[in-house]
C-alpha cells in the first residue's frame, strides 16, 4: 500500500522545506557552507557521518540541523518564517530591475539567515507567528533585502548574482559587509 504525503499548508511541512530553513539558522564558523547548501545543493543538508565523511562542515549537516535541542515550536516558527521570506523575496523581484531582482532572488538565503539571527523571532512567541511579529519581519525583510542590493552593487564582483551566493567566501564577504550596515535593531 502506498503512503499518502500531505501537501504542504499552513499547518503542514515537509523536512524538505524544513532543512534549508534551519540551515540557515546556522552561527558557527562553517555557516557560509550551510547557507549555499540552502541555496545550490540542498541535498547535502540531510547527509550523515556514517553515510558520507569528506571532511566537509555539512558531514554531520543532519544532526546538526535535528539536533535533540530542536524543539517543534522552534522547527514550526523558522519554517513559517522562512515562508514568508521566500514569497516576499519572490514577489518583490518580480517589481525590481533585472539586476536587482536577480540579487533578490539568489540572495534570498542569506537575507533568511541575516533576519533569524538579527530578530530572534525563532525562540520567542507562540507556535504561530503573530500579526505584529509578521509586520516585524515584513519590515525586516525590505531593510536586509536594500542593503543587499546596495552591498552587492558597491563591489566589482565580475561574475553573476547567482555565482556570488554559490560561493561561501562571497556569501561570507557579503554578511560582513550587511552586518556593518545593519547595526539598529530589526
Not at 515537509?14 to 541535498?43: N, Y
Not at 548574482?161 to 554559490?166: D, H, M, Q, V
Amino acid at each position: 500500500m502506498a503512503t499518502m504525503t500531505p501537501s504542504l499548508s499552513d499547518a503542514v511541512f515537509s523536512v524538505r522545506e524544513a532543512a534549508p530553513a534551519l540551515a540557515c539558522c546556522e552561527t558557527a564558523s562553517s555557516w557560509p557552507a550551510f547557507v549555499v547548501a540552502a541555496k545550490k545543493d540542498q541535498k547535502r543538508l540531510f547527509r550523515r557521518p556514517d553515510l558520507s565523511a569528506t571532511g566537509s562542515p555539512l558531514d554531520e549537516a543532519y544532526e546538526r540541523l535535528f539536533s535533540d535541542a530542536l524543539t517543534a515550536r522552534e522547527l514550526w516558527r523558522v519554517v513559517q518564517i522562512s515562508r514568508i521570506v521566500q514569497k516576499t523575496i519572490i514577489d518583490r523581484a518580480k517589481g525590481e530591475s533585472q539586476e536587482d531582482g536577480e540579487i533578490l532572488r539568489h540572495g534570498k538565503w542569506l537575507i533568511l539567515h541575516i533576519l533569524l539571527l538579527k530578530t530572534q523571532l525563532r525562540w520567542s512567541g507562540d507556535l504561530a507567528l503573530t500579526d505584529d511579529e509578521k509586520k516585524r519581519i515584513s519590515v525586516a525583510i525590505d531593510t536586509i533585502a536594500n542593503e543587499l542590493i546596495n552591498v552587492i552593487k558597491a563591489n566589482t564582483w565580475n561574475k553573476q548574482p547567482r555565482a556570488i551566493f554559490e560561493n561561501q567566501t562571497d556569501v561570507q564577504t557579503v554578511k560582513n559587509s550587511m552586518m556593518a550596515a545593519l547595526t539598529q535593531p530589526l
